[in-house]
């Protein structure tokens, strides 16, 4: 990087392309003071802002100290400037106490492709778009052209928009190979609709920002997991089969997985959400929010888990940082003083829905360890579980008082990351990270690369919808992966149903079909299990599914390995195709294919009734999985009947004879 001082102001470039740019006609930063009005309503946030000023700011004076530039900004703004050979980092400090609105610019090309700004689940490339960064509950449908979303909003504001995300992150990457990330979790919103610049608005001034390019996107990804971190390799028996939601209580849980075992299906894991009980809101079956068995619901569990693992099969639960109010963890956490409170001083509760929760101070030190001791290591990891759904993380007050004194306006993009490292540091210091337990989750921030040991789209539709059904995350796994969270999954067949949106045979079939190429697989009931087709209903689809898990366990070598480079190098497992066809422009606007791993190529069906399937192939050595036909590469079109949906490998992968085993046993 070359800083280069101009008659007003200065320009940083490398390779002859300018990184960030600062002058009397294109200013690089922007402060002022806004008025924000925020209404939550059970995850969901209508926020507005009232900018009272905003004004650019000029370079004052420039002054170099070693290989650091210190910037003064019209005596507002005081930066430093460190450069290195592919690296900015700029620390920024105001001048001005009243300053809570802050923007910077970003030179542009008209051309350009971003993507990241945590996982986003309706555009992969963010180009074209703003993007609020807020963690929140996504929303039904997501869509406002559409009917289920405009039901949703009618009925309670619950119908979200492109734009909402359970993870959000102050961090992308661009098609001109260099990331950009801030260090804040203040409330942001990144701009990508300029032509000639990225405007990236934050409600704080940021401490750093950092800038950082690659000469390709293998090496990108490398230098973005080494600043924000990665997670180890996952416990070897996530690989050997399906994790089976199932729920009800031991007898009915044990009785799905036996016959699930009885049809062919390789169990790896049951999972009962309500291991610690149930109940029944307007939405559908929800949990009793005490983290602790329920023996009535569940009678003999411990017998039931030490039997199933001697089988290999693997007993999960379900958690999350709040407390239901009047349970028996709510009343030891409140007489111990460890729930947040309200501006006034009284307890802070959360609506979720037709009852209320507390909220363990995860910023308390004591109240933190009395969480990961007293819950995640006694409750869970000592009775036997061998992971759960780490849920929720987006529904933290914008006025709640917390132990740190810091601002639940800055907290609240953070706490997600702090939830996750409160389940990282659980299993570390049982010696179970990366060989025995497993958690997943959905909400993320700044941290989450580090401390999630595997990421879950959320809630999606059970249905095939751009915006919220099955092709929502493939966008989320790629915008995760971007950032740095590289290994996801997705409850097969969605989970949200919502009026008369209830999930079909064929969105099952077809949501398994593309599970089988994806580091996890695992189901889920639904909110509203009576309503929806279930998989153990029907002996096709458990015929099918026997199937689909065999073909997912047999590919176990190439999915460890793929993992395993993530560990170590920061590519995700499921990967954009441009991340190794660099050169081809059609591979950075396909949000609707992945590549898995280095050597095969997967596009999804996300249409009803589809007995063919278009897509995209860059040029390469192309073989079809299940027929064997080779491809160089382009548009083409490949039958795709159910059980078998396009799936391309390379023809010079060192995995070839695993795939060609696969297509004598499974293929056409």
């Given at each position: 990087?070359?800083?280069?001082?101009?008659?007003?102001?200065?320009?940083?470039?490398?390779?002859?392309?300018?990184?960030?740019?600062?002058?009397?006609?294109?200013?690089?930063?922007?402060?002022?003071?806004?008025?924000?009005?925020?209404?939550?309503?059970?995850?969901?946030?209508?926020?507005?802002?009232?900018?009272?000023?905003?004004?650019?700011?000029?370079?004052?004076?420039?002054?170099?100290?070693?290989?650091?530039?210190?910037?003064?900004?019209?005596?507002?703004?005081?930066?430093?400037?460190?450069?290195?050979?592919?690296?900015?980092?700029?620390?920024?400090?105001?001048?001005?106490?009243?300053?809570?609105?802050?923007?910077?610019?970003?030179?542009?090309?008209?051309?350009?492709?971003?993507?990241?700004?945590?996982?986003?689940?309706?555009?992969?490339?963010?180009?074209?778009?703003?993007?609020?960064?807020?963690?929140?509950?996504?929303?039904?449908?997501?869509?406002?052209?559409?009917?289920?979303?405009?039901?949703?909003?009618?009925?309670?504001?619950?119908?979200?928009?492109?734009?909402?995300?359970?993870?959000?992150?102050?961090?992308?990457?661009?098609?001109?190979?260099?990331?950009?990330?801030?260090?804040?979790?203040?409330?942001?919103?990144?701009?990508?609709?300029?032509?000639?610049?990225?405007?990236?608005?934050?409600?704080?001034?940021?401490?750093?920002?950092?800038?950082?390019?690659?000469?390709?996107?293998?090496?990108?990804?490398?230098?973005?997991?080494?600043?924000?971190?990665?997670?180890?390799?996952?416990?070897?028996?996530?690989?050997?089969?399906?994790?089976?939601?199932?729920?009800?209580?031991?007898?009915?849980?044990?009785?799905?997985?036996?016959?699930?075992?009885?049809?062919?299906?390789?169990?790896?894991?049951?999972?009962?959400?309500?291991?610690?009980?149930?109940?029944?809101?307007?939405?559908?079956?929800?949990?009793?929010?005490?983290?602790?068995?329920?023996?009535?619901?569940?009678?003999?569990l411990p017998d039931k888990i030490r039997e199933y693992r001697e089988k290999g099969i693997r007993f999960l639960g379900y958690t999350n940082p709040y407390l239901v109010q009047g349970g028996q963890l709510f009343q030891e956490a409140e007489?111990?003083?460890?729930?947040?409170?309200?501006?006034?001083?009284?307890?802070?509760?959360?609506?979720?829905?037709?009852?209320?929760?507390?909220?363990?101070?995860?910023?308390?030190?004591?109240?933190?360890?009395?969480?990961?001791?007293?819950?995640?290591?006694?409750?869970?990891?000592?009775?036997?579980?061998?992971?759960?759904?780490?849920?929720?993380?987006?529904?933290?007050?914008?006025?709640?008082?917390?132990?740190?004194?810091?601002?639940?306006?800055?907290?609240?993009?953070?706490?997600?990351?702090?939830?996750?490292?409160?389940?990282?540091?659980?299993?570390?210091?049982?010696?179970?990270?990366?060989?025995?337990?497993?958690?997943?989750?959905?909400?993320?921030?700044?941290?989450?690369?580090?401390?999630?040991?595997?990421?879950?789209?959320?809630?999606?539709?059970?249905?095939?919808?751009?915006?919220?059904?099955?092709?929502?995350?493939?966008?989320?796994?790629?915008?995760?992966?971007?950032?740095?969270?590289?290994?996801?999954?997705?409850?097969?067949?969605?989970?949200?149903?919502?009026?008369?949106?209830?999930?079909?045979?064929?969105?099952?079939?077809?949501?398994?079909?593309?599970?089988?190429?994806?580091?996890?697989?695992?189901?889920?009931?639904?909110?509203?299990?009576?309503?929806?087709?279930?998989?153990?209903?029907?002996a096709d689809t458990m015929e099918l599914l026997a199937r689909q898990v065999q073909i997912h366990v047999e590919l176990k070598p190439y999915l460890k390995d793929a993992v395993d480079e993530y560990t170590r190098t920061g590519l995700p497992?499921?990967?954009?195709?441009?991340?190794?066809?660099?050169?081809?422009?059609?591979?950075?606007?396909?949000?609707?294919?992945?590549?898995?791993?280095?050597?095969?190529?997967?596009?999804?069906?996300?249409?009803?009734?589809?007995?063919?399937?278009?897509?995209?192939?860059?040029?390469?050595?192309?073989?079809?999985?299940?027929?064997?036909?080779?491809?160089?590469?382009?548009?083409?079109?490949?039958?795709a009947p159910v059980g078998q949906i396009p799936v391309f490998y390379r023809k010079d992968s060192k995995y070839r004879t695993l795939f060609e085993e696969i297509r004598q046993k499974y293929g056409c």
């Amino acid at each position: 990087m070359e800083w280069i001082r101009t008659e007003t102001g200065f320009e940083i470039v490398c390779g002859g392309e300018t990184f960030l740019k600062a002058d009397a006609e294109c200013p690089m930063v922007y402060v002022g003071r806004g008025e924000e009005s925020i209404y939550a309503h059970r995850g969901y946030y209508d926020i507005t802002d009232h900018v009272t000023e905003r004004i650019p700011l000029a370079v004052k004076t420039v002054k170099q100290a070693g290989q650091d530039v210190e910037v003064n900004f019209s005596d507002v703004l005081q930066a430093v400037f460190h450069l290195e050979k592919d690296r900015i980092c700029v620390n920024f400090q105001s001048l001005d106490p009243g300053v809570n609105r802050f923007w910077l610019r970003i030179p542009a090309e008209k051309e350009e492709a971003c993507y990241g700004c945590g996982e986003q689940f309706s555009y992969f490339n963010l180009r074209g778009r703003n993007f609020p960064l807020w963690s929140s509950e996504p929303g039904v449908g997501r869509d406002k052209k559409t009917y289920l979303t405009w039901e949703c909003d009618t009925a309670d504001g619950t119908g979200g928009d492109y734009y909402h995300t359970y993870f959000p992150q102050t961090t992308f990457v661009s098609s001109r190979h260099y990331y950009f990330h801030a260090e804040t979790t203040a409330y942001a919103d990144f701009d990508f609709r300029n032509e000639k610049y990225h405007e990236l608005q934050f409600w704080a001034v940021p401490e750093t920002v950092i800038l950082e390019r690659a000469d390709t996107f293998p090496e990108l990804m490398q230098k973005i997991t080494d600043l924000l971190g990665r997670v180890p390799q996952m416990p070897e028996w996530v690989y050997d089969g399906i994790i089976i939601g199932v729920q009800g209580g031991t007898e009915r849980s044990f009785h799905l997985a036996d016959r699930s075992l009885r049809n062919g299906i390789q169990v790896c894991g049951i999972w009962c959400q309500d291991w610690e009980g149930k109940r029944v809101t307007s939405f559908g079956k929800r949990l009793q929010w005490d983290w602790r068995w329920d023996e009535k619901m569940y009678p003999g569990l411990p017998d039931k888990i030490r039997e199933y693992r001697e089988k290999g099969i693997r007993f999960l639960g379900y958690t999350n940082p709040y407390l239901v109010q009047g349970g028996q963890l709510f009343q030891e956490a409140e007489e111990k003083g460890y729930l947040a409170k309200n501006p006034d001083g009284s307890l802070c509760l959360v609506d979720f829905g037709e009852f209320d929760c507390g909220i363990p101070d995860l910023t308390d030190p004591e109240a933190y360890e009395w969480f990961k001791n007293r819950i995640l290591k006694k409750n869970m990891i000592e009775f036997g579980l061998s992971g759960w759904m780490a849920d929720f993380g987006e529904y933290l007050p914008t006025d709640v008082q917390l132990h740190s004194g810091r601002p639940a306006m800055l907290e609240h993009n953070h706490w997600p990351a702090l939830w996750a490292k409160c389940n990282y540091e659980a299993l570390k210091e049982t010696d179970t990270l990366g060989k025995e337990v497993i958690y997943f989750m959905r909400s993320g921030g700044i941290g989450s690369q580090k401390y999630c040991t595997l990421m879950w789209n959320g809630d999606q539709s059970v249905d095939f919808t751009r915006h919220d059904g099955l092709p929502s995350a493939i966008a989320a796994t790629l915008s995760a992966g971007i950032i740095g969270c590289g290994i996801s999954h997705s409850d097969i067949g969605g989970y949200t149903s919502m009026f008369e949106n209830c999930r079909t045979k064929e969105v099952f079939q077809r949501w398994a079909d593309m599970a089988v190429f994806t580091p996890v697989m695992r189901t889920h009931e639904s909110n509203r299990p009576e309503t929806n087709f279930q998989y153990y209903d029907d002996a096709d689809t458990m015929e099918l599914l026997a199937r689909q898990v065999q073909i997912h366990v047999e590919l176990k070598p190439y999915l460890k390995d793929a993992v395993d480079e993530y560990t170590r190098t920061g590519l995700p497992v499921q990967r954009p195709l441009f991340m190794h066809y660099e050169e081809d422009s059609r591979g950075y606007d396909i949000q609707n294919e992945y590549l898995l791993g280095r050597d095969m190529l997967v596009a999804p069906v996300y249409e009803s009734g589809a007995e063919e399937w278009s897509l995209y192939l860059p040029e390469d050595q192309w073989v079809h999985l299940w027929t064997g036909e080779e491809y160089r590469g382009g548009d083409t079109t490949v039958k795709a009947p159910v059980g078998q949906i396009p799936v391309f490998y390379r023809k010079d992968s060192k995995y070839r004879t695993l795939f060609e085993e696969i297509r004598q046993k499974y293929g056409c």
